[in-house]
């Protein structure tokens, strides 16, 4: 290849621009709430010397329309080296820190630390990650120049200019959400829909009469889906449970409807109460009322440990409504499981309240997660001001819950963001990895309680970290966050993007990996358990311990 063809290929690379977008590459370097592993953060780190890159190239051309004044010949030339040489200085101090910044990161949390071989990894991954996008700006580029061409044909330059501008975003618009990410969710959907239609390879029915889906049941056993399935076939039976206990105990009620179990939301919530009714879930001591996640799947460390401590005299029901993930749930499935939380709680809490009530059971909602934001959603407190449920338990709140924000902002002055302080704390409390929600004046009627680890970006995401500091950053930091927080604008935006991705991998106990362990001491300071004592709190975490990978119970019911 020639020194002019090369040239055309890169155009007219700017080294101020690259400049400041190596000034971006080294505040990604700095710490957030997840550790970065060398790929991860050269990706990272590539594509925010890129935006850097870009930024520069709008602020000059900014400069240029307002007749601003350039440096030129010698004096451009000067400045420009000596700029290279502070950046370049400044870059290799962070790169080599940023090594000592993630160990810690990573100790705090358990995990291995990182070698000196990270370091040169990052970079590998990092140039190779801003060519890539320094190219196909190159060919967004390219076709701006020929719409514009077009453009020059019929119109005068500043306004072909701003059109040609204009029909480009659109374009890339049109290709982006409308092509490509349409069909691969379309696609995603449909495979997820597919695998759950595998039932060939699906365990036989229940043979018990008294579980969903057996030949007794309301609820077509093919229709529930894989994570539905799994939830009904697992868990503590009352064999397990005595046990635990040492008393006599029941098995208790599972119940689930799948998406395919009903065209519409509303049917799928009447489908749930009829089989409440049929298996006499309102006869038992406790009910909950539960928002799967994206997926439908529930969260095993979460269900076991509250069977567990009511002696099995429990029911739980949930309904699904998508075949996502959770993360494109959130994205693109958010009202269908706003609307299914909403019925099966309008539809069950509205034939619990008819009920005597010292003979229906103590009703509570719970999520985790995506789970958790169309509960919240679902729990009108104004409709239970007359009649209100026992209490609500939920975990991991994705940032965008509205009832969350209005409860965090709620915190007294002085108290973390983490892990704020509501009120007296007869109402709300908040639990974490170092913290059980014990503390606060007595409960009142009704109790809350949220489970937020203090390094979940699922939840700790702020969409204004583009120009601000998010408010967990100006506080001390938790146990398991860096002492080294620096924020820079629109860097700390990307970095906390990547940790939402990698949030679900974390360790058990930090990020979004929310474990049995600690669901145990806020369910029971939202249930109130009869005659549970400290010493049960930490019999049944040790048994959640026990090595199994969910859950506190390997038994297959």
């Not at 309008?346 to 008819?354: A, R």
């Amino acid at each position: 290849m020639t020194r002019r063809s090369l040239g055309r290929l890169v155009g007219d690379f700017s080294v101020p621009f690259f400049l400041l977008g190596v000034l971006f590459f080294a505040a990604s370097l700095t710490p957030s709430l997840i550790p970065r592993g060398p790929t991860e953060q050269g990706v990272l780190g590539g594509l925010v010397t890129a935006l850097g890159y870009l930024i520069g190239q709008i602020l000059w051309l900014l400069w240029l329309a307002l007749d601003m004044p350039r440096l030129t010949g010698r004096v451009a030339s000067a400045a420009t080296w000596v700029v290279t040489a502070i950046v370049a200085v400044f870059f290799l101090w962070v790169l080599w820190f940023s090594l000592g910044w993630q160990n810690d990161l990573r100790l705090k949390m358990g995990m291995e630390p990182a070698s000196a071989l990270h370091l040169a990894r990052i970079v590998v991954v990092a140039t190779a990650t801003f060519a890539i996008a320094y190219g196909l700006g190159r060919l967004v580029a390219s076709f701006f120049r020929l719409v514009r061409a077009w453009f020059y044909r019929m119109m005068p330059p500043r306004r072909a200019n701003v059109l040609g501008v204009i029909a480009v975003v659109l374009v890339l618009f049109v290709v982006s959400r409308d092509g490509i990410f349409d069909r691969v969710v379309t696609g995603l959907d449909q495979s997820y829909e597919k695998a759950q239609a595998l039932f060939d390879k699906a365990p036989p029915r229940p043979t018990d009469p008294n579980k969903t889906g057996s030949a007794a049941s309301l609820i077509d056993w093919g229709g529930i889906g894989t994570p539905g399935r799994d939830f009904i076939m697992s868990g503590p039976d009352a064999k397990a449970i005595s046990a635990f206990s040492g008393k006599p105990a029941l098995d208790p009620i599972r119940v689930y409807v799948g998406r395919a179990n009903g065209e519409t939301a509303r049917e799928r919530a009447e489908l749930a109460l009829a089989e409440l009714k049929r298996l006499g879930a309102f006869e038992r001591k406790v009910l909950l009322v539960v928002s799967p996640t994206g997926t439908g799947w529930m969260d095993p460390g979460a269900h076991d440990p509250v069977e567990y401590m009511h002696n099995g005299d429990i029911a739980t029901v949930s309904a699904q409504y998508s075949y996502l993930q959770s993360p494109l749930a959130l994205v693109l499935e958010t009202q269908t499981g706003l609307e299914q939380a909403t019925a099966l709680q309008d539809v069950v809490y509205g034939y619990w309240k008819t009920l005597p009530r010292d003979k229906r059971p103590r009703l509570y909602v719970h999520g985790l997660s995506l789970g958790a934001w169309s509960s919240m959603h679902a729990t009108n407190l104004f409709r239970l001001l007359d009649d209100p449920i026992d209490g609500a338990f939920w975990a991991g709140p994705p940032f965008p819950s509205t009832l969350w924000n209005y409860v965090q902002r709620q915190r007294k002055p002085g108290s973390p963001f983490v892990l704020p302080t509501i009120g007296d704390g007869s109402l709300v409390r908040y639990a974490s990895h170092t913290s059980d929600a014990s503390t606060g004046a007595p409960w009142g009627d009704m109790r809350i309680v949220f489970l937020q680890y203090s390094s979940d970006p699922i939840v700790f995401y702020d969409p204004a970290s583009l120009w601000r500091a998010p408010q967990w950053m100006l506080d001390p930091p938790a146990e398991d966050m860096s002492d080294d927080f620096i924020f820079m604008p629109i860097v700390t935006q990307f970095q906390l993007l990547l940790d939402m991705a990698l949030a679900f991998g974390s360790p058990a106990g930090h990020g979004h990996a929310y474990y049995a362990q600690d669901y145990v001491a806020p369910w029971v300071q939202a249930t109130n358990p009869a005659g549970w004592t400290e010493a049960d709190t930490i019999r049944l975490k040790a048994h959640c311990n026990n090595g199994l990978q969910n859950g506190c119970t390997n038994t297959q019911r």
